[in-house]
């Protein structure tokens, strides 16, 4: 019966929104992961965007002006990750916060050597536990060779669903969390090795900073760069392609 409701809810928002698919292929023309989603997946990737924008409120940081046209790009990329999970992933917060560019949170940091300081370093985005999303456009708009702020963010939502951003989201039936722990640990170590003897690094080094950066990231990758992360760590691949139940799965 909920279910059902809140599928009427969205249609009428979206029917009073407005927007079309002429828009929507406009708004996200240039980004180079929609050449993967054709047919059928295209079709419910744009329906799941629109419902997105009815569920969620996009505000501006700052006086930022923002439009139709980033709003159906930004959306797009937060429905990526969940087009074979379902909008319900994203429950629990309402809002996307998005500036021009880079951000300082009005708030105290403490860095690794204990100082506190007055506010935080500068971000590109930034997800709060049961809270919003808050995004810089500029970094949006700079997504592709494995990076893409929006799917790392989203991605820590949906990690934030168990447990909090440890790297650890909920897992489908029949996905073993020892298998999960293993693999991305191990994955973690090489990661390691590599930016200490200065190798090639399947990632950005950012994902060492903690276990939820390292899915974020890797997130980052299995969607921006899938090839190169399923040639450099085979069976994490695996795993992401299982979770997200999208990509070529073994």
Not at 58 to 84: E, H, Q, R, S
Not at 197 to 226: I, K, N, W
Request: proline residues 6%; charged residues 20%; contains cysteine.
């Amino acid at each position: 019966m909920l279910t059902a409701w809140r599928n009427w809810r969205d249609a009428r928002r979206v029917k009073k929104m407005g927007y079309t698919r002429a828009q929507w292929e406009a708004a996200v023309a240039d980004w180079p992961v929609m050449t993967r989603y054709q047919g059928q997946e295209r079709e419910a990737l744009m329906a799941l965007t629109f419902r997105f924008l009815a569920r969620k409120s996009m505000a501006p940081g700052g006086n930022f002006a923002i439009t139709d046209a980033m709003c159906l790009k930004v959306a797009t990329m937060a429905c990526v990750p969940i087009l074979k999970l379902g909008l319900d992933w994203y429950n629990g917060w309402y809002t996307v916060i998005l500036y021009e560019s880079a951000f300082i949170p009005n708030r105290p940091h403490r860095t690794a050597d204990g100082v506190v300081h007055a506010r935080g370093p500068v971000l590109s985005g930034e997800a709060w536990q049961q809270g919003p999303v808050i995004l810089s456009w500029e970094d949006v708009c700079k997504s592709g060779d494995a990076s893409n702020v929006v799917i790392h963010e989203m991605s820590h939502k949906l990690d934030m669903r168990h447990q909090g951003a440890n790297g650890a989201p909920p897992l489908h039936e029949g996905m073993s969390p020892q298998q999960w722990h293993d693999i991305f640990s191990k994955a973690f170590k090489e990661l390691e090795q590599d930016y200490h003897q200065h190798r090639h690094m399947p990632v950005d080094a950012y994902a060492l900073t903690g276990p939820g950066e390292f899915f974020a990231v890797c997130s980052e990758a299995f969607f921006e760069a899938p090839q190169q992360l399923k040639h450099d760590w085979p069976a994490l691949y695996q795993l992401l392609a299982r979770f997200y139940r999208q990509g070529e799965m073994g």
